[in-house]
């Protein structure tokens, strides 16, 4: 099995700055893409941010120029760094492992965390 575990989430101003961060954990051998979301109280869950095994970034337009994700130091590690954080990005905010293969399976399988709040409120 795996385990995502999300911190660094909590309140701050309109303007500010938070960053997330995400470890996977697990027999994992390779994975297709480490992504973002947010849910919002009576709203669907959306794709924040993603980021491929490979690097290759994708942003939704509402969070483009002011979140970037990236790999942290340790191996399955990703963070969301956010600026310029707006009331409108006030959320759950959600780590997913997609396609992740592990060792002895050879069927790949999508991970959720738990999930770490973020407001933005003055």
């Known amino acids: 099995q795996v385990q995502l575990v999300e911190s660094g989430g909590g309140l701050v101003q309109p303007g500010g700055s938070l960053r997330l961060s995400c470890a996977a954990s697990g027999n ?14 009576g709203q ?12 290759t970034t994708v942003y939704s337009d509402s969070v483009k120029g002011r979140f970037t994700i ?36 050879p069927d790949p399988a999508d991970y959720w965390g738990q999930g770490t709040q973020v407001t933005v409120s003055s």
């Open 70 to 105: 990236g790999r942290d130091g340790a191996e399955n590690t990703i963070y969301l760094q956010m600026n310029s954080l707006k009331p409108e990005d006030t959320a759950v905010y959600f780590c997913s492992a997609k396609r992740v293969y592990l060792s002895g399976n």
């Open 28 to 41: 994992i051998i390779s994975f297709g893409a480490m992504e973002w979301y947010r849910q919002a109280p």
């Open 44 to 55: 669907q869950r959306g794709m924040v941010a993603s980021m491929t095994r490979y690097g």
